[in-house]
């Protein structure tokens, strides 16, 4: 299936993941494998314009970003450029809260390029960074709205 979102192509492959090789060989120049998409943590080819954002295959999890907050920073550091003007397939094989996130900052990427924020989505980007990396498993309290620190 593909949904078509503005120069993006969103290509759904449910449970399936290829290795780099595959996705070299299934996927056209300018495409982005997202979450697990792609075995083997995250990869540029800057030369076939193919980047994969993973924290799943091959990476210490702990000590890597989840995909969602790999996009942003890819994002903050230009990632569109490479594109051009070129439509962007993208490529997912799960729709969880990090691969979803991931897509919505694609999509909204103009709103993040350069110093550009919104700190709501900060805030966002950074609880799915630690309950995905962490598998949900990330010690957290709530804060009590009269605590003197706020």
């Known amino acids: ?88 397939h993208v490529f997912i094989n799960d729709t969880d809260q990090d691969t979803s996130l991931a897509v919505w900052l694609l999509v909204k990427h103009a709103l993040f390029e350069g110093s550009q924020s919104i700190p709501t989505i900060n805030r966002l980007l950074e609880l799915t960074d630690r309950l995905d990396i962490t598998g949900g498993a990330f010690p957290m309290h709530s804060c009590p709205i009269n605590n003197p620190i706020i």
Do not use: Y
């Not at 060989?25 to 075995?39: E, F, H, T």
């Open 1 to 88: 299936m593909i949904l078509a979102i503005g120069c993006f192509q969103i290509h759904f492959f449910p449970r399936v993941s290829w290795t780099w090789e595959e996705f070299e060989k299934n996927a056209p120049p300018c495409s982005i494998a997202l979450d697990g998409m792609v075995k083997g943590g995250p990869r540029l080819d800057t030369h076939a314009r193919r980047v994969n954002f993973d924290h799943h295959d091959g990476v210490v999890r702990e000590a890597t970003m989840s995909t969602c907050k790999q996009m942003f920073f890819a994002i903050k550091g230009g990632l569109m450029k490479m594109f051009g003007a070129e439509p962007v």
